[in-house]
Nanobody, 126 residues
Framework: QVQLVDSGGGLVQAGDSLRLSCTASGRTFTRYTMGWFRQAPGKEREWVAAITENGGTTYYADSVKGRFTISRDNAKNTVYLQMNSLKPEDTAVYYC???????????????????WGQGTQVTVSS
């Protein structure tokens, strides 16, 4: 079992930056691929980014590529999402997720992740 706690959201202006954190309980953090998803009002939840167990490979949705950076600190059981050049369309509840994922083609799908954080609200004003 893995319990995830998201934090770091807030209200910012367009062009600002935020860093989200997700801390996992337990001693098996290094066995999990970690991902970030987001859900905007009235929309389905969408995948944002993912990082492999050892942090060696990262993946991004086209909408955030070049602006967001996912990273992890396995010593702290924490995954981060650094968000730069924020836009109003980035407004959403952001969720971290953990899964044992062995092929990259499954990274973007919610079913691949068995554990989810509670979400943290990010609001970007224009």
């Amino acid at each position: 079992q893995v319990q995830l706690v998201d934090s770091g959201g807030g209200l910012v202006q367009a062009g600002d930056s935020l860093r989200l954190s997700c801390t996992a309980s337990g001693r098996t953090f290094t066995r999990y691929t970690m991902g970030w998803f987001r859900q905007a009002p009235g929309k389905e939840r969408e995948w944002v980014a993912a990082i492999t167990e050892n942090g060696g490979t990262t993946y991004y949705a086209d909408s955030v590529k070049g602006r967001f950076t996912i990273s992890r600190d396995n010593a702290k059981n924490t995954v981060y999402l650094q968000m730069n050049s924020l836009k109003p369309e980035d407004t959403a509840v952001y969720y971290c997720a953990a899964g044992k994922i062995y092929t990259s083609d499954r990274l973007m799908g919610e079913p691949a992740y068995g554990f989810w954080g509670q979400g943290t609200q990010v609001t970007v004003s224009s």
